[in-house]
């Protein structure tokens, strides 16, 4: 497979020719729902706490600032160190998976692997639309599920937890429109064949 990203110019490699890797992703911790709201709600108790402490007369303000600096230090240490196994079992080999997007299809795949060996895949002819789950944003994590629709909008594929998901969404929406959907009559006549 080609990697685009080593090219001068990037996406000049048709299908026909080779598959050509366009983006990827490693799931963030947000794939794991459960664990990321959990973090994020302790996380939020420490922040209120300092908050708080801050909204406070100023005497009082000066005098608490520094016991409870350390408290939701400690606070947010314990939400840390429940989500550390979890962020670096992404990575691992062989565990960790990722999200690749070639100009041919959109893989689920082992991470780190040579070349393309798809847990699950798509191809760029199949899609139709991209959607982000609703409700399923997490702002602290910039991370949100995308869910691959097909014709009559059925659903082809989730993505759990996408770091920058926006990008990645507009990515295979770009991928689609450049290599996948048919050729409007207007440009059937190709580029060479004018003289």
Not at 16 to 32: G, T, Y
Not at 173 to 194: G, H, L, N
């Amino acid at each position: 497979m080609t990697d685009m990203r080593h090219q001068a110019i990037l996406g000049v490699i048709p299908p026909s020719v080779a598959e050509a890797m366009i983006a990827w992703r490693v799931p963030s911790l947000a794939a794991r729902r459960g664990l990321a709201q959990l973090v994020d709600r302790i996380q939020g108790v420490a922040k209120s706490l300092f908050q708080a402490t801050i909204r406070l007369p100023l005497f009082l303000s000066i005098f608490l600032i520094v016991p409870v600096t350390l408290l939701c230090l400690g606070i947010a240490l314990v939400a840390w160190l429940m989500a550390a196994p979890f962020y670096f079992l992404r990575v691992v080999p062989f565990l960790g998976r990722r999200y690749l997007l070639t100009n041919q299809r959109l893989v689920i795949q082992k991470y780190p692997a040579k070349g393309i060996q798809p847990i699950q895949e798509v191809k760029l002819t199949e899609i139709r639309r991209v959607q982000v789950v609703p409700g399923s944003e997490m702002p602290f994590y910039l991370a949100a599920d995308l869910t691959i629709l097909g014709e009559a909008d059925k659903p082809l594929m989730t993505l759990p937890g996408v770091p920058e998901f926006e990008n990645f969404k507009v990515n295979i929406e770009d991928a689609y429109k450049a290599w996948a959907r048919e050729m409007p009559k207007e440009q059937v006549c190709p580029a060479s064949a004018m003289k």
